[in-house]
């Protein structure tokens, strides 16, 4: 296999249970590494800075990008959210597939500067499952989860631009998918670039060498 990672963007509706696959994936494979963004969103209860997010202002946020600090950023129910640069390049060059856990526009944005990233989209069960977790995390008030629900309506508009959709009813099944296809996807010529290129020259050496 070539020895650098896979750039993949797992998105789903807010509530799909993405943040516990990630950590499921983390925790029973070590091939991974998980990028931690950069939010102007305020700290839920419990989250803790550079685990969960890196928390900052708009102005330091917006520092940040025009010094090309991020590989992509987005605005999303009225924050910034963002993938800082110089992590993920080091664990991609270190080999480890490296996991953005971000919302759809940025997702097409990584899609556009790196061709060869996998776009998983995830979902749960039934929207009534979404809107019980929503609603269950009770970390946020009935018009935060309104907006989330609005969001997710616009976000099923674009999951054909995902190369994947997972359906998250069991955790453990659900992330050993999610490494199947990464798998898989490592497997695809798109990423094999060095293997082809090795194959080509050898078998132009060898028809060179038969004709001589
Ligand atoms: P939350 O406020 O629930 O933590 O995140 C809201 C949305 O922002 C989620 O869909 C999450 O995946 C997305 N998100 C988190 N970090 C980033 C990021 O760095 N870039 C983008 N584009 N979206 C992000």
Same mark, same amino acid.
């Given at each position: ?13 807010? *509530? ?33 800075? *550079? ?157 060179? *060498?038969?004709?001589?």
């Amino acid at each position: 296999m070539e020895k650098k990672g896979i750039l993949m963007v797992i998105s789903g509706f807010s *509530g799909a249970g993405k943040g516990t696959l990630v950590k499921e994936l983390l925790r029973r494979y070590d091939e991974y590494a998980l990028s931690v963004s950069m939010t102007t969103r305020a700290p839920r209860p419990g989250e803790q800075e *550079g685990v969960d997010y890196f928390f900052t202002d708009r102005a330091h946020f917006e520092d940040t990008i025009a010094r090309d600090g991020l590989v992509e950023y987005a605005q999303y129910c009225g924050n910034y959210y963002g993938t800082p640069r110089a992590y993920v390049e080091e664990q991609l060059q270190a080999g480890k597939n490296v996991i953005l856990e971000i919302e759809m526009q940025g997702a097409l944005k990584i899609r556009e500067k790196f061709p060869e990233s996998l776009l998983l989209f995830v979902t749960p069960p039934s929207v009534a499952e979404l809107e019980r977790r929503l609603t269950g995390r009770g970390t946020e008030d009935p018009e935060v989860i309104a907006r989330r629900l609005a969001r997710a309506a616009e976000e099923s508009e674009g999951v054909e631009a995902y190369d994947y959709i997972v359906v998250n009813d069991r955790l453990e099944k659900c992330a050993e998918e999610i490494h199947m296809l990464v798998d898989a996807a490592r497997r695809a010529p798109v990423r094999r670039k060095e293997l082809i290129s090795q194959i080509r020259e050898e078998l132009y050496c060898f028809v060179k *060498g038969v004709q001589n």
